[in-house]
């Protein structure tokens, strides 16, 4: 059975720092794409920035290139999102996400085939 599990989310001041966890198992993610979403109150679910797990290909929303980084950690299954220079608007449920496909491709997380429970990120101004 696959599990996501995130960890990380927490109460930040603007300007500060988070990084968040997603350790994955129960399968093997070799040809997978992972993928961070975030979803606030009255907001779409929206994809923020996703890793092939090759490492080889990254993504990044806009609103977020430059503060955060996505990257991966073969031996411990986990993939990891550095979000630097919080903003209030970054406040949101974060979702760690695993597709067969390049997930990009699902941006909105329609059709996403596994998904973590999320972790609450708060940016206070």
């Known amino acids: 059975q696959v599990q996501l599990a995130e960890s990380g989310g927490g109460l930040v001041q603007a300007g500060g720092s988070l990084r968040l966890s997603c350790a994955a198992s129960?399968?093997?993610?070799?040809?997978?794409?992972m993928g961070w979403f975030r979803q606030s109150p009255g907001a779409e679910r929206e994809l923020v920035a996703a890793i092939v797990w090759s490492g080889v290909i990254t993504y990044y929303a806009d609103s977020v290139k430059g503060r955060f980084t996505i990257s991966k950690d073969s031996a411990k299954n986990t993939v990891y999102l550095q979000m630097n220079s919080l903003k209030p608007e970054d406040t949101a449920v974060y979702y760690c996400a695993a597709d067969r496909s390049l997930i990009t491709t699902k941006r909105g997380g329609s059709g996403v085939d596994y998904w973590g429970k999320g972790t609450l990120v708060t940016v206070s101004s």
């Open positions: 129960g399968r093997t993610f070799s040809g997978y794409s």
